[in-house]
């Protein structure tokens, strides 16, 4: 599904080399987590591959199902499937999250040159993931992530996932901010769109999320490059060590 | 005879005219034709709809009595600087220090003007020119054309000291017109202090060039004395990397307007201008104009006004202050902040602070608030055992700090605080 | 009577067809023409074109008079420079000052009689004035169900009114709802006693221009106590060329009364700039309550500046008793040049004026809008939000003017202006005036100026929407305050408009 190779990205506007060859692939239907320690460029890796200005890819490429990503706007990776559950969803005076939502969906929609969906299916629709998600009605109706508490803002995250129903599900910290039920409730949330032709990268610190969002692969990221990959037994192993051992061990 | 009539044939009568040598003679010949073709402000001028200029164009000065200030220490009397005097608009050699520093020329306008080469012929009327669009500041091209001295400074290094001109006013009938031309070098750095009342009218110009890399300070006090009159003008032009920052210190006079116009030509520059009035009209009239107007001519500049006043007893308050953003001004941060306090019924306030903008990717934003004192903090501080004179006085101060905050010396700064509270200590009793 | 014999019927309407001009038309959805035989009086504004107007519409003696003392005024006034607008010198002589269509001649006595073509024109522009609402004139027809919510209108098209809805309706609640030409008729002492009342004859050029030449508007009296029991609204359409339209409109809210009015606006998509000058007075008495909204939606020109409409509107209420209440909210999309600044003056004790305002700009467009809160009484308050859009090469001015009198004690004015632009060719500019004359009001002032958020932007495309998409939500995101103080119907269509406006002005 998603074949990252040798992705060199720097800053645009400095000379800042971030990313210094990241090799990753994800195949359909799997779950592959990236854990490391701050600042390793985890979440520049999922800005570079949505689309965000200020970064500039100096070497590699990444496609989506063949697709080359780096070349498309980022509607037309949204469009093709690509999604990206923000670590800081941006807040948007004014709109009402209902209406962001049915804008969203039906502009993919009509990307993909499906019909759009009328108003009270969309409301039927919104409803049943919100209440899945235990997201209540008033919510909704708030602007986009305007005043919601950090938590609030991440259920927000997986209500639009879970709507938008993409192909490649990048989630980055979706856990920090959580409390234990909403973790649990966000997992649910994320198993239940788990399939042979969805895959999720998962970027998180924390062996927690990945209790109840059992991963195929874990990678570990450092100083811009993955640096070891291995089984679920590896975020254990940072878990209760840290870094420093896999690091000294890479540097050996 | 209109009185811009009237001043150009002043002008053109030869023994009315300043001894200069041929560089000033230009200048000065140039800005009488310029104040011939725009004449002298009126009050149907958009320009000056809430100040009138009359009397500060009439032929004769109105008199201002000189204020007795009992012995008390003017301000910057413990800072080490160098000290330069006039006494109602007149140089005052045996007070003034010698008009020499290191990585510093000085020299009196006066003198300057004797030479027939001089590299202030490049400044001289030349930013004031530049800020006379697109409002005509025709006050300012009289001073220009009329300055009777003045300094002017080239500074090439960082000063250990600063410069400052002391303005003493002892001529209840004086009309001064000084003119002064500064600039910064590359990377210079200079602070320059101004306090006095000068004399009962004082017009004043001040060209400051500040080069690539230099920083310019300037901290003023307006002179106490209750019934001078003043109008003051900075042109500023302000290169890469400088830095610009004026602050102003008003408290009484009759008529104050100081008008600043600033010029951000370089990339990464700030400008900051800043001013504090406190005025009581109970028994002198008190009105007081800040008139600014900041262009941003280059990217990613930073620009801030901070002008606070403090009225009552029919003291009356102006702000006219213009952020203009070119197009091509990228990344432009302005902020314009201006606000009063009324503390009575019968103070007023007006202001006009205005956005215009023609670059998209800039942070523009001003703010301008007036009202009473606030009733809160005044109960709060009440309830604490502290008499109501003395928490309105703490509150004006607190109200007055952010503009006080931008001088950047704090020693200045706190010495500023200390003359407004003595200013407000003595109208409690 | 000169003025009448040289009336003339404009020869040979427009070539193409409603359809072909439609086509053409783009963004702008209302810049077709209807093909109708008009007749004009001659071009240009003098004495006698004043007379025949006045003549045209049966007035009574004082009213010509009324406007011919104006007219004197006017040509010794100038066209004001002020504001931050940049256009061609109006040829005010190059101008037909009446325009009606011929069918209009003879008074409609029943919908049959009404020409089809002026139904056509408003069934178009979405006015529901054949199915919901019954022509004047209509016997025994006023009081049909109305399906729905009942919005009676008053439709003017060029200089006249075509017809004016629910009249009976409203006349039952003691309500007068009609065109000011039969208003003068009709009511002649409400009339004389108010029109000029709050925008005196001489207040501004154009003000002045509209108190010689109006041709027609909408009157409004609404009686002590009474609450309105529909919306009133009036729908402007410009047809013909080279014609300026100058309304007239006249509100008076009695003792305790509320009414909501709205105001919509359209015109042909035309090659040549067309005039237009109106003048709204409110006259709101204690305890009474209007609300104004307008959605302005003039031919904008097209995206070389060319054609337009030039709008130059004063609008004023007048809160004469205590604890009247005005809100004036717009939006303004359309329009080449928009001189326009509705206005309070809070006279009565605790009287509140409100001001809610969109103005976008795009292409060459340019608009000077806000608005003057004059508090005089104790106890007033006011609001002021005002939010403007630049886009493509238009210049946007928010222009307004708080100011407290001293005997304006314990008043409150809150204002927030922010301005937003889109691309680096377009303008915004904030023009407030501040006037504080006692110390027990209080007066806040905001103004921001901003381009799109980057952030927001990229948020909404990673979610799949293009840029033009997203902008449109973060304008109407953005504009949110001002779209929610319109009646429910009119915030659809304005939200709609935002969208419609900013085509072509990203990427
Ligand atoms: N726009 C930017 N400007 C300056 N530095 C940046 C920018 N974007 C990223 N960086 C820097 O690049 C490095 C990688 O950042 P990134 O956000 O990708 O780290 P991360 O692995 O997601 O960290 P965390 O675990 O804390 O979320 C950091 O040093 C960060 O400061
Ligand atoms: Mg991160």
């Avoid at chain 3, 001009?21 to 004009?40: D, F």
């Avoid at chain 3, 025949?52 to 005024?73: C, G, H, Q, V, Y």
């Avoid at chain 3, 529909?230 to 007239?248: H, P, V």
Wanted: glycine residues 8%; contains cysteine.
């Amino acid at each position: 599904m998603l074949k990252i190779n040798n992705l060199h990205v720097k800053l645009e506007e400095e000379d800042k080399q971030i990313l210094k060859g990241v090799d990753l692939e994800v195949p359909a239907g799997k779950v592959h987590a990236i854990m490391g320690p701050n600042g390793s460029g985890k979440s520049t890796l999922s800005y570079v591959l949505s689309g965000r200005d200020g970064y500039e890819v100096t070497a590699g490429d990444a496609t989506l199902d063949g697709e080359e990503l780096l070349d498309m706007e980022p509607e037309e990776r949204a469009a093709a499937g690509l999604f990206l559950a923000f670590q800081y969803p941006v807040e948007i005076p004014g709109v009402g999250n209902m209406t962001f939502l049915r804008t969203a969906v039906n502009a993919q929609r009509k990307a993909r040159g499906e019909e759009e969906m009328s108003a009270a299916d969309f409301l039927k629709f919104v409803r049943a993931k919100a209440k899945d998600l235990k997201i209540d009605a008033d919510m909704l109706k708030r602007p986009v992530n305007v005043g919601f508490s950090g938590g609030e803002k991440k259920r927000n995250e997986i209500l639009q996932m879970a709507m938008l129903e993409p192909k490649m599900c990048i989630l980055d910290e979706t856990d920090s901010g959580l409390d234990v039920d909403a973790m649990k409730l966000v997992s649910e949330g994320v198993n239940a769109l788990r399939d042979e032709g969805r895959s999720f990268l998962v970027i998180t610190h924390y062996q927690r999320l990945l209790d109840h969002i059992k991963p195929d692969v874990v990678h570990i990221m450092a100083a811009g490059r993955i640096v070891k990959s291995g089984g679920p037994e590896l975020a254990l192993e940072v878990e209760h060590n840290g870094y420093a051992d896999i690091l000294a061990e890479i540097d050996a | 005879m209109s009185t811009a009539v009237k001043m150009q044939a002043a002008l053109i009568s030869a023994d009315a005219r300043p001894a200069s040598g041929a560089w000033l003679a230009d200048a000065r010949a140039d800005a009488a034709s310029r104040l011939a073709a725009m004449g002298l402000p009126t009050r149907r001028d958009e320009y000056w709809k809430w100040t009138r200029p009359d009397s500060l164009i009439s032929a004769v000065a109105d008199t201002a009595e000189v204020l007795d200030y009992e012995g008390e220490e003017p301000l910057f009397s413990d800072v080490d600087r160098l000290k330069v005097v006039f006494v109602d608009g007149v140089f005052s050699a045996e007070e003034s220090d010698a008009l020499e520093g290191e990585g510093l020329e000085i020299e009196r306008l006066a003198d300057a003007a004797a030479k027939d080469i001089h590299w202030a012929k490049d400044l001289y009327g030349v930013l004031e020119t530049r800020g006379q669009t697109p409002v005509n500041r025709p006050i300012a091209v009289h001073n220009t054309a009329m300055a009777t001295d003045g300094v002017v400074i080239r500074v090439t290094g960082a000063l250990s000291r600063p410069v400052s001109l002391v303005y003493r006013h002892e001529d209840a009938n004086s009309d001064a017109i000084l003119h002064s031309v500064i600039r910064l070098e590359d990377g210079a750095e200079l602070t320059l202090l101004e306090n006095g009342p000068a004399a009962a009218r004082f017009s004043s110009v001040l060209e400051v060039d500040v080069a690539k890399g230099a920083a310019f300070h300037h901290v003023r006090a307006q002179g106490r004395d209750h019934d001078r009159q003043a109008i003051t003008h900075v042109f500023a032009r302000v290169d890469a990397e400088a830095t610009f920052k004026s602050f102003t210190v008003t408290v009484n006079g009759k008529l104050t307007r100081n008008e600043c116009v600033i010029d951000i030509v370089g990339d990464n520059a700030v400008a900051h201008i800043a001013g504090a009035a406190l005025g009581d009209g109970a028994e002198h009239e008190f009105h007081h104009d800040d008139t600014v107007f900041i262009t941003h001519d280059a990217v990613a500049c930073e620009s801030r006004q901070v002008f606070k006043k403090v009225l009552k007893n029919g003291a009356k308050g102006v702000f006219q202050g213009k952020i203009l953003v070119k197009p091509d001004a990228q990344k432009t941060d302005g902020y314009q902040k201006s606000q009063s306090l009324l503390l009575d019924d019968d103070a007023s306030f007006q202001a006009k602070p205005e956005l215009e903008i023609y670059a998209d990717d800039v942070i523009c934003s001003h703010g301008s608030t007036t009202g009473a004192i606030d009733e809160e903090a005044l109960f709060y501080l009440r309830s604490r055992g502290v008499p109501t004179p003395i928490a309105t006085d703490l509150l004006v101060l607190a109200f007055l700090a952010d503009a006080i905050e931008e001088i950047e010396d704090e020693d200045i700064a706190a010495d500023v605080t200390g003359r407004l509270d003595a200013w407000l200590a003595r109208r409690r009793g | 009577m000169a003025g009448v014999d040289e009336l003339i019927a404009k020869e040979g309407v427009e070539e193409e067809t409603v359809e072909a001009v439609k086509s053409l038309a783009g963004a702008y959805k209302y810049g077709w023409e209807t093909e109708i035989e008009m007749e004009y009086a001659p071009k240009g504004v003098n004495p006698d074109i004043v007379r025949l107007i006045s003549d045209k519409n049966d007035e009574p003696e004082w009213m010509t008079e009324w406007r011919l003392e104006a007219f004197a005024r006017w040509e010794k006034l100038d066209e004001p420079s002020w504001a931050l607008l940049n256009y061609p010198e109006i040829d005010f002589q190059d101008q037909y000052y009446y325009a009606r269509p011929k069918s209009m001649e003879e008074k409609p006595k029943s919908l049959d009689d009404v020409d089809p073509k002026l139904l056509e024109t408003y069934k178009k522009l979405g006015i529901p004035l054949k199915e919901q609402m019954i022509l004047a004139g209509v016997d025994g027809a006023e009081d049909m169900p109305a399906e729905g919510r009942k919005v009676a209108v008053d439709a003017v098209f060029d200089s006249v009114s075509v017809g004016t809805t629910f009249q009976a309706e409203l006349k039952k609640a003691g309500v007068i709802f009609c065109s000011i030409s039969e208003a003068i008729k009709e009511h002649p002492e409400l009339v004389k006693k108010y029109l000029g009342s709050v925008v005196p004859v001489s207040d501004n050029y154009y003000a002045t221009l509209n108190s010689a030449v109006f041709s027609d508007g909408s009157f409004v009296y609404i009686p002590p106590n009474t609450r309105c029991p529909m919306e009133l609204s009036t729908y402007f359409r410009i047809n013909a060329e080279n014609t300026g339209q100058f309304e007239r409109t006249l509100i008076i809210a009695d003792k305790g009364s509320y009414v909501s009015y709205l105001e919509g606006c359209t015109a042909p998509q035309r090659d040549t700039a067309q005039l237009h000058a109106a003048v709204v007075e409110i006259i709101i008495e204690e305890d009474a309550e209007v609300k104004y909204s307008t959605v302005q939606n003039w031919y904008p020109g097209d995206e070389n500046g060319k054609g337009g409409i030039y709008n130059f509107v004063t609008k004023r209420a007048d809160c004469r008793g205590d604890r009247s209440k005005v809100m004036w909210t717009q939006v303004e999309t359309g329009s080449a040049v928009t001189w326009k600044y509705p206005s309070c003056i809070l006279r009565g004790a605790e009287s509140q004026g409100e001001f809610y305002s969109i103005a976008i700009t795009n292409n060459y467009q340019q608009a000077d809008t806000g608005t003057k809160m004059v508090h005089l009484g104790r106890d007033t308050k006011s609001r002021i939000v005002s939010k403007g859009i630049s886009a493509g090469k238009a210049q946007n001015t928010y222009r307004g003017l708080v100011s407290m009198h001293p005997k304006a004690k314990n008043s409150r004015n809150y204002t927030q202006c922010d301005s937003l632009l889109i691309g680096d060719k377009c303008g915004a500019h904030t023009v407030p005036y501040i006037e504080v004359k006692n110390n027990s009001s209080r007066v806040e002032h905001e103004a921001t100026t901003s381009k799109v958020d980057e952030e927001q932007m990229f948020y909404c495309r990673q979610r799949g929407m293009d840029e033009e998409e997203a902008v449109a939500l973060i304008v109407n995101g953005f504009a949110k305050e001002v779209l929610q103080a319109l009646p429910m119907e009119f915030a659809m269509e304005a939200q709609q408009l935002v969208a419609i406006s900013l085509e072509g002005s990203v990427g």
